[in-house]
């Protein structure tokens, strides 16, 4: 049993019902055609399992997603999709796995889960979905925070961080098959990363992780980089936890930029080698240039 907690950040215990945790790869026999005569005949693919998100007893959501860094994805979760304001909010943390997959149950405090029961939503989605199951439009397009106005990153930075940015995936490296989240400092350095088969939780593991190691000071400095599209919810989800610098490999929504444009973030997308694209942009050169 996990003991009440009164430190700002949960504690977590895992256990195991049936199975042990799974793990994020498999092997499985494959043919190949064409290439390279005598290619390998065994292939390393990514594993995607439910994972249920369970709040003071309620089942809330069930994503599918990499079985890894959980404890990041739910506090993350439970942050960019407007569950807690707070990361004190949520007072302990238990990731039970079975064979019918993972279940998190989190003890969090009344205010948000009266919040919660009042909205009604559950999600049971694909690889990532953070819409399906929702009720309202309203609940889809809520109400994007202001983040804090940085200075946007230098090119070199960008590109620094993009160019180390597979150095830092070691399951695509693997498989091919999942998205990168990284948070990059303001030089380009890559400090922390996380993976996931949906962007989306990518995401939610980066922001879960830095608050769990730097707490409100987590997205004071530096700026995020993901291997996806920069689409609308990648955006809530940055602003939400204060994220003022997104920037995405692919192209943007226009969705996507009228929210990064609402609530004054960077946005930056087709991060390729030698390009990138500046989307929006609220720091004091641009300021300078509308007098």
């Known amino acids: ?15 195991q019902s049936d199975n042990k945790q799974p793990a994020a790869i498999s092997h499985t026999q494959v043919e190949v055609r064409g290439g390279i005569a005598g290619a390998p005949s065994q292939d390393v693919v990514a ?12 089942s809330h959501a069930v994503m599918m997603a990499s079985p890894t860094d959980l404890a990041d994805f739910a506090l993350g979760f439970s942050l960019s999709e407007g569950i807690l304001q707070r990361a004190e909010q949520l007072f302990s943390l238990d990731i039970h796995s079975s064979t019918q997959g993972i279940t998190i149950e989190m003890r969090i405090a009344g205010e948000p889960f009266a919040r919660l029961r009042e909205q009604r939503r559950s999600l049971s ?29 230098s090119d070199a930075a960008v590109q620094a961080a ?30 922390l990363t996380r993976e996931d088969v949906g962007r989306h939780n990518a995401l939610d593991k980066l922001i879960g992780a830095r608050i769990h190691a730097l707490s409100e000071q987590a997205f004071n400095e530096g ?18 936890v204060g994220i003022a610098t997104l920037v995405a490999v692919s192209a943007p929504t226009a969705l996507a930029i009228r929210e990064a444009r609402s609530s004054g973030m960077n ?21 300078e240039k509308q007098r």
Not at 168 to 185: E, I, M, N, S, V
Not at 268 to 286: E, K, M, N, Q, V
């Open 223 to 240: 700026f995020a980089l993901i291997s996806s599209r920069a689409s609308f919810e990648m955006v809530q989800k940055s602003a939400s």
């Open 267 to 287: 946005l930056i997308g087709f991060a390729r080698p030698s390009r990138h694209i500046i989307y929006t942009r609220s720091d004091a050169a641009l300021k």
């Open 125 to 153: 989605g694909r690889t990532g979905c953070g819409l399906c199951g929702t009720e309202s439009l309203a609940q889809v397009l809520r109400k994007i925070p202001k983040v804090p106005i940085q200075t946007i990153p």
């Open 1 to 15: 049993m996990t003991a009440p907690l009164n430190e700002a950040l949960p504690m977590t215990k895992q256990s």
């Open 47 to 58: 594993e995607e399992v439910p994972v249920a998100l369970v709040y003071n007893g309620v």
């Open 162 to 191: 993009l160019l180390h940015l597979k150095n830092h995936q070691p399951l695509q490296l693997l498989t091919g098959a999942t998205h990168g989240a990284a948070w990059c400092d303001n030089q380009g350095q890559i400090v």
